[in-house]
């Protein structure tokens, strides 16, 4: 399963990109307000962190202005993404872009038939987004599962992008049922090294080695 960074601080894509994890990285207009950046100057940047495919968000409502965006956007870099809403003119955008050889993701995923759509339309990637529909009653994994199966039944290559990710058990879910992809906010992705075992592990080999009066360096 790939890792995206779900973020636009460069920092925290540094961090991540150092430990090798890092497959792409995906934005949206909030994480460009948090980040207080010009959109096309950190987009730029964070382009240039990673080879994977970097997620950049078009906010026109029509299909026409959606386009007019997206060939903005893709000069940035040959490694953009172009991310479009679910929406019927999202779709139409989702196919001119993807005959034209230009990565897509559709984004605000909230249902398998939604993810059927997308996947007929060509998207390189479908976001569900599984933390704001367990935040609204629902069981974000299902969709997951639900898509998996959809996808196989029929061989779609769009791959599937868990994104609202919220904790280290939705990455867990998203692994053993197969989804593609994962993007996560900085802070899960690094609580998944954590065990409390490891930390007591190393106090206990740590505190014996001392007991050696020996050193490596
Ligand atoms: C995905 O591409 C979105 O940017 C993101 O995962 C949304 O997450 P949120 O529900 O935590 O805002």
Redesign the pocket.
């Known amino acids: 399963m790939k890792f995206f960074a ?1 973020t636009a601080e460069i920092a925290d894509i540094k961090e991540m990109a150092a430990t090798g994890l890092l497959d792409g990285v ?3 207009p ?2 460009i307000a948090k980040s207080g950046r010009d959109f096309m100057e950190v987009t730029k940047e964070i382009c240039g962190l990673t080879d994977g495919p970097v ?1 950049a968000e078009v906010v026109a409502l029509d299909h026409e202005t959606m386009m007019k965006e997206a060939e903005v956007l893709r000069k940035i870099a040959d490694n953009v993404c172009i ?1 479009v809403p679910l929406t019927i003119d999202g779709l139409k955008t989702c196919n001119a872009l993807t005959m034209d050889g230009t990565m897509v ?1 559709v ?1 605000l995923c909230f249902s398998a038939n939604q993810a059927l759509l997308a996947a007929k339309a060509g998207a390189t990637f479908i ?1 569900p ?1 599984v ?2 529909h367990d935040d609204n009653g629902s069981n974000g994994m299902d969709l997951i599962r639900d898509i998996r199966q959809i996808y196989d039944n029929y061989d779609f290559e769009t791959e599937i ?1 868990v ?4 904790h280290a058990t939705h990455v867990l879910e998203s692994a053993l049922i197969g989804a593609d992809v994962m ?1 996560a ?1 900085p802070a899960v992705i690094k609580g998944l090294f954590k065990h409390i075992l490891t930390d007591k592990g190393i106090e206990g080999f740590l505190a014996d080695w001392e007991k050696t009066g020996q050193s490596i360096v």
Request: zero cysteines; a positive charge; aromatic letters at 4%.
């Open positions: 779900d995906t934005t949206n909030s994480l997620s991310k993701n984004t976001s987004f933390g704001r992008l994104a609202s990710v919220r993007t906010p």
